[in-house]
DNA sequence: GCTCCTCCCATTGTATACAACCTAGCGAGA
DNA sequence: TCTCGCTAGGTTGTATACAATGGGAGGAGC
């Protein structure tokens, strides 16, 4: 039996808006109509609807009644906010984490850790390729994490505040010491985790997401004036 | 039809449900067939279709593809996972309500915690018509505490939270006893806000939030036994 | 009696037609 | 020139028709 949920149409048009928003394939506050995502999708307007609504809850479009549908936008003060909520919600699952987490878990987390750092890791790839490889490792150690919490609320809650356009965009910035650093919390995560040290853990990590702020808010306003 | 209504017919199916829901009109787990609420709520399936989504993202509905809609239930697992979450996003929100709340909201929630306690309100009112306005009155202080953190998304995150069909009921099950415990805590965050007390206001609040849960998980293991 | 199979119906998923609404653009009058 | 109002085109909101799915009743075979 296979473990596949069916696809039904408007969730397939669903996952392949969230990608493309998240990767940035449309600018912030790009008006999305309707019509033409139905064209562009090969499906109707129907599901289209479905998932743009799905889209505004997980709060990455926004729909105006009667004037439809926009990729949200982000300002710094939307960073701000968002790096504060990460740091109060990865910090619990963290804390939570700590006495709950397995050995197959940590196993995991420390392979990714040493992969971040380029260890054990010999392929050749683009740096397009290896931003998205990055990204991807890097979601799945706090993926990890949050799910260690063993709350799927909290879990979920993590997701959706997490994953926005920037996040992607973020590691585009980031320079070979903003790597040593944020590679060094992800140790200090782990071990922290290891030693079921609940305190330690929800501190390091709500260091390691202020970090992240730090930088991220730092990179936009260069961003910005440039 | 009435001037000045500009709602949307799904937002206003959203709402009707959402309401019916959260005071349990549809029991947990009861199927909700698309073309019975159709009728019932004069419009076509296509709003309730959308409604429903809306529904599922709020998390008080699930959506099986291709079986349903159906209420959401929670289980004695569930309640304990959202007041874990509680306690961390009120608390939270509470700190940063202690360095931001107003003087106009301090007197409100001051003025709310005496109305509940049963002073400056002389209406004679029955027992359903005082739980109801007990659970408006406990919701806006609480939504109070939660808009003074001045985090748009902590406060909708706290929302969501907060919204199950289980904090109507339990008011039902509240004493006497309980309802002076609850009213004691809800002076003394009124206090630590007033005093610019982070620290304290976090504090509180999550006592106040744990004292709420064991209460409700009492209530619900006597509600199973009977 | 038990299992399996098939068909049928209730219900959901999608497409399309139509109504309501918003906005841009133009023109008339002050 | 500026403002107001009107119309037209484009887009969203809703209704309805149709296709697809799933589960259950009932019968055939053993």
Same mark, same amino acid.
């Given at each position: 039996?296979?473990?596949?949920?069916?696809?039904?149409?408007?969730? #397939?048009?669903?996952?392949?808006?969230?990608?493309?928003?998240?990767?940035?394939?449309?600018?912030?506050?790009?008006?999305?109509?309707?019509?033409?995502?139905?064209?562009?999708?090969?499906?109707?307007?129907?599901?289209?609807?479905?998932?743009?609504?799905?889209?505004?809850?997980?709060?990455?479009?926004? &729909?105006?009644?009667?004037?439809?549908?926009?990729?949200?936008?982000?300002?710094?003060?939307?960073?701000?906010?968002?790096?504060?909520?990460?740091?109060?919600?990865?910090? /619990?699952?963290?804390?939570?984490?700590?006495?709950?987490?397995?050995?197959?878990?940590?196993?995991?987390?420390?392979?990714?850790?040493?992969?971040?750092?380029?260890?054990?890791?010999?392929?050749?790839?683009? /740096?397009?390729?290896?931003?998205?490889?990055?990204?991807?490792?890097?979601?799945?150690?706090?993926?990890?994490?949050?799910?260690?919490?063993?709350?799927?609320?909290?879990?979920?809650?993590?997701?959706?505040?997490?994953?926005?356009?920037?996040?992607?965009?973020?590691?585009?910035?980031?320079?070979?010491?903003?790597?040593? &650093?944020?590679?060094?919390?992800?140790?200090?995560?782990?071990?922290?985790?290891?030693?079921?040290?609940?305190?330690?853990?929800?501190?390091?990590? #709500?260091?390691?997401?202020?970090?992240?702020?730090?930088?991220? &808010?730092?990179?936009?306003?260069?961003?910005?004036?440039?």
């Amino acid at each position: 039996m296979k473990k596949g949920e069916r696809k039904s149409g408007s969730s #397939r048009v669903f996952e392949t808006l969230r990608r493309s928003i998240l990767e940035g394939e449309y600018a912030p506050n790009a008006r999305l109509i309707e019509e033409q995502l139905a064209e562009r999708l090969r499906v109707s307007r129907t599901p289209i609807r479905q998932a743009l609504t799905m889209l505004e809850a997980e709060g990455l479009v926004e &729909i105006e009644p009667n004037k439809g549908a926009a990729v949200r936008s982000f300002s710094v003060d939307d960073v701000w906010e968002i790096y504060d909520l990460r740091a109060v919600l990865e910090g /619990h699952a963290a804390r939570r984490a700590a006495t709950r987490i397995g050995r197959d878990e940590l196993d995991r987390l420390w392979g990714l850790a040493r992969e971040m750092e380029g260890k054990d890791r010999d392929e050749f790839l683009s /740096h397009e390729e290896e931003i998205r490889w990055l990204v991807g490792a890097n979601g799945e150690f706090h993926g990890i994490v949050a799910a260690a919490g063993r709350n799927p609320r909290l879990e979920q809650l993590i997701q959706r505040t997490v994953q926005v356009p920037l996040v992607f965009k973020a590691f585009y910035w980031y320079t070979p010491h903003e790597h040593v &650093i944020s590679n060094h919390y992800h140790r200090q995560i782990a071990g922290a985790l290891e030693a079921g040290d609940a305190e330690r853990a929800e501190i390091v990590m #709500r260091e390691h997401v202020y970090e992240g702020r730090d930088f991220v &808010i730092r990179a936009l306003r260069e961003d910005m004036d440039a």
